[in-house]
């Protein structure tokens, strides 16, 4: 005589599975970051570091960063000297960075009317505006010692009260050579002890050139 057993399947909801899946990816996580912990080099693999010795007449496209890895366009901000309201005399650091993200925009000046019993707005195109420029970037400093030098030159170029240089491929044809800092902000990533992140926004600026003539 055969003998049926019953299996009994227990029910798990869909919050238990979560529950579970949670736990095994916050045990993956962790041993990942041990394996990341203890095969680590010396110097931290991060690309983008300042890099000062950039040669501005030097191609662009062909650079490698100390990695070997292909820089497809790197951005150099360039020195300036300036005057503060101290009357102390001020240069800013050229600076190069190698791995930056950049966005562009270009918005229109436009005056839009409203005239009563028709829809919409009438338009009047006055000109281009100035170009929206954003920088997003990273400055990493040696596993376990935070970039304090890179990031004082960089608070040197940002807070510099007027319009900085820029040498890049992707940006000059756009015909943006100079731009002007608008917002910046540094900000803190949980443990992020070893590199800064930062934003900056900025818009383009166009020398003026004022030929004054004699009476």
């Known amino acids: 005589m055969t003998t049926i057993r019953e299996f009994v399947i227990p029910r798990v909801s869909a919050a238990q599975i979560g529950m579970i899946a949670g736990r095994s990816a916050g045990i993956i996580a962790t041993g990942l970051q041990q394996d990341a912990r203890r095969f680590a080099p010396d110097n931290n693999p991060y690309v983008g570091q300042i890099d000062q010795s950039s040669d501005l007449d030097s191609p662009i496209h062909g650079h490698k960063t100390e990695f070997g890895t292909d820089v497809w366009v790197e951005i150099t901000f360039g020195s300036v000297k300036y005057t ?11 600076i190069t960075f190698q ?9 229109r000046n436009i005056v839009k009317t409203e005239i009563q019993g028709r829809n919409g707005t009438v338009k009047e195109y006055i000109g281009e505006g100035d170009a929206q420029i954003s920088f997003r970037g990273i400055i990493t400093g040696k596993n376990g010692h935070y970039p304090e030098e890179q990031v004082a030159e960089l608070m040197k170029l940002i807070k510099a009260p007027v319009p900085i240089p820029v040498f890049s491929v992707y940006l000059q044809t756009m015909d943006i050579d100079s731009v002007i800092f608008e917002d910046r ?16 926004n900025a818009i383009s600026d166009t020398p003026q050139e004022l030929k004054i003539t004699g009476m």
């Not at 503060?84 to 050229?94: F, L, V, Y």
């Open 84 to 94: 503060d309201a101290t009357g102390k005399s001020i240069t800013t650091p050229k």
């Open 185 to 200: 902000n540094l900000e803190q990533e949980e443990g992020g002890y070893s590199y800064q992140t930062f934003s900056l």
């Open 99 to 107: 791995a930056i993200l950049v966005s562009v925009s270009f918005p």
